[in-house]
Structures are given as structure tokens and as C-alpha cells.
């Protein structure tokens, strides 16, 4: 992302956050190296903080870290090249522990923007990622009085009473709520995951500076139409507040992915959930940071169940989890992979559905790029202007579909995910007179999370596949044979499914 756009968001968000600290991370020279997390202690919950005052403390936080910049630069007037690095580390370690610091205790929409840094943005130094993604699963969480009192509202009675054992120290701790282990009553391990009080109130709060947002965004696609944009992200974001829709969610992936060999999504406990509180069957498995020490194939292994997840939901379930960041897995060697937030899911309607099916076999399957211009003009993404050649059209849609138009295996690394930020955000780059046609319909909004968080995890996997065969294989209009020994064993699977609706 330039640091020019960056600029522009944080002035329309009321804060200098985002420029001090993102300008600072990607235009520093400081090599990555490895430096532990500032712990965080322990916090009470979400206060209800306006829309003001939420801003005020952004504001004070950016103060905070433009003073340590002016310093910076102060102390590396006369340092040395060596030294100069050293001062650029130490700044960027501080300003990303005060930013994890803050948006941890603030949670909601402000903290979300922190963890989808944490993983989308591959130039990042690897200790300001790491920093930061501590706010993947690792948030201040509530105080235990507060837990207590949460359950006994919610689920009518203490939890060491309505569980045969009761964790108090959470297992996870992220932007909405936090999530505590137990065993019920008839010796199921569970994870309950209870809302913070309050949280409805600060993502409203955000949630009034996304109109200014893409008014910032307004300078860079000014074909944009923000309206439709603003309001399916609200109506995505205030979904994630409801856990009984995200209950929903859950039981519509879990029934549909039931004793997949490598897709596990674990079933809900009705009688334990409520709106604030989802209890759902406990998953095994390690974070994400443990599994990229994995060697090389079993990494591979695990990218292909995330992206046979991803993208076979969206051809065969027609519906997509939208919110692919790392703290949402839990791996298990040989590929098993469960995935547990089912919060922000966008279900897509047979108009939706064909469309995706359109823009595949246009630009990947029949390779008729003419076609694939009529259709995503048609379709809204594309104004239509002679003056704009085929060629520049093609060159710039083409990147999104690129690991999928060649038939041999491709490492999505981190140069191919910065690309899709630079491809998406560089308003003056050589893409810059097509960008002003560019517009962004309620239906790929979610979507979008593909081309730019999706594949910031896949480039720290380093994952390498034939995508091309595997993207065969799970869309239904070509039904390509299984490519993979993991797809042998999905096709195995998907024989022995006795239901109308055929698996993926």
C-alpha cells in the first residue's frame, strides 16, 4: 500500500495512526529479524466508547508515535548506516507494541484493521508482524468476574455449574470475544466463546468512519460507487455481532463438510449458545506460527485444504468465509485443517454464483479474454471506455487469476501477494487510467478478501501447488479428475456422501 493512500485513509478516519505507523514499516530499511511480543496484560472489556472518543484515542496514539519518529530522526543525523538500522528496528518494535497495546483494549472494526496488518501487508518486518499478530488470538482479554457474570446472563447459571469443568483463563482472545475451554455435562471438550460487553457499541462506533473512509478510497477509484461497498460491509461486520447467525453459519459448513477427510468445521451445541455466547465442539491442532515451522510438504498439505476450503465453497456451497486470517485455523499434520469463525460468511445467490462461473471460464478455461471484458462490464467491475485497450484490461484482471493460468506447480510467495497490493492500490502506477473505471459490487466486496488475505497466508506458507489442476477439480462446469493425493481422497469421500447436495 502507498504511503500516499495510507495518508489519505488515516486523515479520513480522524487519526494519523495508520501513516505514522504503516509509512514507518514500509519505508524503513531495517532488516527483519526475530524479537519476541511485548506481552499484554490483562484487561477489563470493550468500555463504550463513542465514536469521538474512540477517534481521540487513535489520535493520541499517532501523536504518540510522530514524536518518536521527529526522535528517530533526530538520533540518526549523525549515527552510522549500522546504527541507523538498529534505531529503525527499536522504532518500529515500539510503535507496532503500542498500536497491539491499543487496539487490543479497543476491539471491535479498529482492531480487526490491526490483525488483517498482521497478515495481509507481506512487507512488513517480520518482528512487526509478529507483534502485531498477537492480536490474531492473543488480545487483553475480560477479567474472569466478568465471564462469570456474562454466562450466568446469558446461559442462566454459573459456569463451574452448568459445566462439568470450567477453564477461566482463555484460550483465545480477538476483536469481538474470547474463548474458554470446557467439558458439559456429558463429557464433551467444548470452546465457548462469549462476546465482550460493549462491543456492539464500539463497532457502531467504527463502523460511522467507513463513509470516510471510501471517500478517501474516492481519490483513487473515482469510479467508485461507495453506497452498495458501505453498506455490505456494515451489514457483513454488524452480521459478526449475532452469534446465533454465525451459529447458522457453522451448522450449514459443518453439515456440508461432515467427516470430510481433511476439512473439519465442529458442530454447534444449540442448548449452550445464545446470541452473545457460541459454544461449539473443541478442535485440536496448532496456531498457525507453529505450522509454518513445519517442513516444506506438510505446509504445502495444509495450503491445499485452505484453498480447496476456500474456493470449493464458493463453486459448490455458494457461500464463502470471509475472514481468512491466522488465528481462525488449528492444523494437524497430513493436511486436516479446522476452521472455527464463521462470523463473517457472505451466501451468494444463483446470479452471484453464475457470474463466478462466468469470469473462470472466460479468463482460465476457454482463455477468451474479449468475452471476459463484455462480462465484467456488464457485471459492474469495469466501466465501459473504448479508449482503454483489451490488452490493458487483460493485463490488469489477469494478475488475480495468474497461478490458475498455468498448468505446472507455482509458489504463491510474498512477492506475489505484495503484487496484489500494489495492483489493487497504486493509483499511479501504469494501471492508473483503468483504475479510474474501476468499481466494486456488493458481491465481490467479501470476495476481495481472497485476492489480498488469502493470499498473504499462502505466501507465508510458501505454498506450491498445480492450482490449475486443483481449480479443475472444484469447479463443477469442468469436474476435472482428482490431482492430488488429497484429492483422491476427497473424491473418495465425496462417493460415500449419501445426500443430494454433492461434496467438495
Known sequence: MKPRLVRSIAASLGTVLAAVVVLAYRSSSARST???????????????????????????????GGQRYALLKAKQTFASAERKDELNTEFQLRTAADVTAELGNMKGAMMKLGQMASYLDTGLPDHVRQ?????????????EELVIERVIDELGEHPESLFFEWD?????????GQVHRAITRDDRAVAVKIQYPGVAEAMAADLNNVDFVFGALGSVFPGLDSKP???????????E?????????????????????????????DHLSTRTILTTELAN???????????????NLAAETIFRFTFGSIYRLHAFNGDPHPGNYLFE??????????????????????????????????RDLEKFRVIVEEAGLLAPDPSVGLEQVADYFQYFY?????????????????????????????????????????????????????MGLLAQMGATRNWRRIGDELWPFVAGPPSTPTGQAIEAWRQTKKQSRVGI
Do not use: C
Open 402 to 454: 495468474r497461478y490458475l493460468l498455468i498448468d505446472d506447480e507455482v509458489t504463491i510467495d510474498a512477492e506475489y501477494a505484495a503484487a496484489g497490493v500494489n495492483q489493487i492500490f497504486d493509483a499511479n502506477g501504469p494501471n492508473k487510467e483503468l483504475m479510474k473505471l474501476l468499481n466494486v459490487p456488493p458481491a465481490f466486496v467479501v470476495l476481495q478478501r481472497i485476492n489480498l488475505g488469502l
Open 333 to 366: 499434520k497430513g493436511g486436516r485443517v479446522a476452521f472455527l469463525d464463521f462470523g463473517l460468511v457472505k451466501r451468494f445467490v444463483p446470479a452471484e454464483s453464475q457470474l463466478f462461473e462466468e469470469l473462470i471460464v472466460s479468463m482460465v478455461v476457454e
Open 241 to 269: 455481532l449475532d452469534y446465533e447467525a454465525e451459529a447458522r453459519n457453522q451448522r450449514y459448513f459443518a453439515e456440508f463438510f461432515d467427516r470430510h477427510p481433511f476439512i473439519r468445521v465442529p458442530h454447534v451445541l
Open 131 to 143: 507483534t502485531l499478530a498477537s492480536l490474531q488470538h492473543d488480545a487483553p482479554p475480560m477479567s
Open 34 to 64: 526475530s524479537s519476541p511480543r511485548k506481552p499484554l496484560a490483562p484487561t477489563m472489556p470493550v468500555n463504550s466508547f463513542g465514536r469521538v472518543q474512540r477517534n481521540l484515542r487513535l489520535a493520541r496514539l499517532g501523536a504518540l
Open 229 to 239: 461497498v458501505i453498506e455490505e460491509l456494515k451489514t457483513r461486520l454488524i452480521e
Open 168 to 176: 477461566p483463563v482463555p484460550i483465545a482472545a480477538a476483536s469481538i
Open 285 to 299: 491442532g496448532v496456531r498457525f506460527d507453529e505450522m509454518l515451522t513445519w517442513q516444506d510438504e506438510e505446509r
